[in-house]
C-alpha cells in the first residue's frame, strides 16, 4: 500500500541529526522537506541586513515586526535538495553561517517571528506529503500531524558530533567547550518563553545515541510500516 497524504514532524534537541534525517525520509518517500530553522535563520539574515539587531542581540522588535509581512522567504529545489530563498535571491550558505548561528536564538523568541514562521509552515504543509524538522513542530506547529517523532541522544554523543563537525570546517575546539554549548543550548530551547522544545504528547521518541543514519532508517521505516499498514 503507498504511503497516505500525511505530514511528518521531526522535533527535537540540537545537534541530534533531525535534518539529516528528515532529508533522507523526505527523499525515500518522495516528500517535500521543510526546514523550519532556515526560516528563522532567514529572519535572522533579514534583521542583520537592516539593522534591526545590535552586537548585543538587542531586537527592534517593532521594526522587526513591521518588515515581516513584506519579507518573501520561501524554498526552492536546488541540485543538492531545497535551498532557502530571500524574493529572488539565494541565502542558504548565508544563513548558515557563524555571524548568522550566534543571532538566531534571541531572533526565535520573538513572538512575531514566531507567527510568521508558524504562518509559513502551515500554508506550506496545507499540501500535506511534507517532512518537517524543528523543535515545536509536532507540539504546536502541526499539533495534528500524523506522524511525530521526538530525537533526543546523550549529550556528549551530540557534543562529539558537534565537535567533529566543526573540526572537519577547520575551527580548533575542545570537547568540553562544545559540551558546555550543548548543555546551555538544551537549557534555553527548553525553557524559553515563546513555544519552548518540547516533546508532544503523542510523538515517538526516538534518542539516536547509538545509531547511526541507516539504523535510523530501518526504524523509521518499521514505525511507517506498523503505523499505516505499508509494506
Ligand atoms: O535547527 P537550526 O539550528 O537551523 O535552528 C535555528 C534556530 O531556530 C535555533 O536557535 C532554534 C530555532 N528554531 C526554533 O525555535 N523553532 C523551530 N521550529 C526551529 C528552529
Redesign the pocket.
Known sequence: MPIPDIIIAI?GY?STG??SFAKLIAKELGFLYL???????GV?LYAVENSMIDDRNEVDVKALAGGLPGLDLHFENGPGGSLTYMGARCIEKE??SLAI?RK??P???LPSV?EY?DAK?RELGRRKRVV??????GS??FPDAELKIFMTAAPEVRAMRRMKEMQAKGEDVKFEDVLDNVRE?DY??SH?E??P?AKADDAIVLDNSGMTLDDQMVWIRQVIAEKFGTE
Open positions: 522535533d540540537s533531525k535534518s526546514d523550519s530553522g532556515a526560516l528563522y535563520r535572522t544563513i548558515r548561528s538566531v536564538s531572533i526565535a523568541t514566531r514562521v509552515l518537517i524538522d524543528g523543535r515545536d513542530i504546536t506547529v543550548r534555553i530551547d524559553r515563546a513555544s522544545l
